[in-house]
């Protein structure tokens, strides 16, 4: 199972970004997908996440409202639509799929596929 992240660039304060995650695998052992971001000398941190045949949906503190994260089940598909970006949001994003447990879906180590990353830079 391969993920394709997509979407990325660079932009302005205040702009939007949809960033896009295809799995190449239609059926896979997946029960929520969700994206990460690493800064340059950071860990790296959740920001979103959806549990796939739900649609329900979880949030980092630091994007609740700016952020919204979706699928479409058809597409084998998690977007992020990213809303008055800030120079703090700039980072490399990932996808990650995995069969999650519902307490753990903050931690990168419960994801079983990773994207390869698209990087997102915001200017002030």
């Known amino acids: 199972v391969q993920l394709q992240a997509s979407g990325g660039g660079l932009v302005q304060a205040g702009d939007s970004l949809k960033l896009s995650c295809a799995a190449s695998?239609?059926?896979?052992?997946?029960?929520?997908m969700a994206w990460f971001r690493q800064a340059p000398g950071k860990e790296r941190e959740f920001v979103s996440a959806i549990i796939w045949y739900s649609g329900v949906t979880r949030y980092a503190d630091f994007v609740k409202g700016r952020f919204a994260i979706s699928r479409d089940t058809a597409k084998n598909t998690m977007y992020l639509e990213m809303n008055s970006l800030k120079p703090e949001d700039t980072s490399i994003y990932y996808c990650?799929?995995?069969?999650?447990?519902?307490?753990?879906?903050?931690?990168?180590?419960?994801?079983?596929?990773w994207g390869q990353g698209t990087l997102v830079t915001v200017s002030s």
């Open positions: 990650a799929a995995g069969v999650v447990d519902y307490k753990d879906y903050v931690r990168p180590q419960a994801y079983n596929y």
């Open positions: 695998a239609r059926t896979f052992s997946r029960n929520t």
